[in-house]
């Protein structure tokens, strides 16, 4: 049975929409994020692990937050890994904001890098951990092999695990469910 899903997704830049939240392209891979959460959650799954990046990871943790408001899904343990400390130090102050308000309320926040070693070595110790602790993983994922992605590695990490995986597409926000 499932208990634990682990989640990462493109930053905005790669979407056609990039940081417009409002655009009716988002709004749709919200709701689909959203009704994948509720599937898993009737499936079992109670902990959700996101790596505290900008787009899906922060919608990811606000959606799951929500969701756990409501007494039928009370039972959500919102997770959240950090590459390293102060990885945010570039972001607007929203976005800054955000990120503060999911580590307030999670369950338990991890800080997985360490200092000294390069951010890439970092993201991707953080990408591992969160597929480490987890039995399937949700990606918002265009399979773009042209573009080198962490969310590339992740999903190939994941796949290597032999975790169950459900991709979505950022641009048509289809699902694909992948059995290993």
């Known amino acids: 049975m499932l208990q634990t899903c682990a989640i990462t997704g493109h930053r905005p830049t790669r979407f056609k929409w990039k940081y417009d939240e409002n655009n009716n392209s988002c709004k749709r891979l919200k709701k689909r994020m959203r009704d994948q959460f509720v599937l898993l959650y009737e499936q079992g799954v109670r902990q959700f692990w996101v790596g505290g990046a900008l787009g899906v990871d922060m919608w990811a943790g606000e959606i799951l937050l929500r969701l756990k408001e409501q007494p039928e899904y009370s039972e ?98 289809a699902v694909e469910e992948q059995l290993i």
Request: positive net charge.
């Open 76 to 173: 959500i343990k919102l997770m959240v890994a950090l590459p390293f400390e102060g990885h945010d130090a570039g972001w607007d102050e929203r976005s800054k904001k955000r990120l503060a308000f999911l580590i307030r309320h999670s369950e338990k926040t991890v800080v997985v890098g360490e200092k000294g070693q390069t951010s890439e070595v970092n993201y991707r110790r953080r990408n591992e951990y969160i597929v480490d602790q987890a039995d399937c993983l949700l990606a918002v994922y265009d399979d773009d092999r042209s573009i080198r992605s962490g969310t590339g590695k992740t999903v190939n990490y994941a796949k290597e695990k032999r975790l169950k995986l459900l991709l979505i597409h950022p641009d048509t926000a």
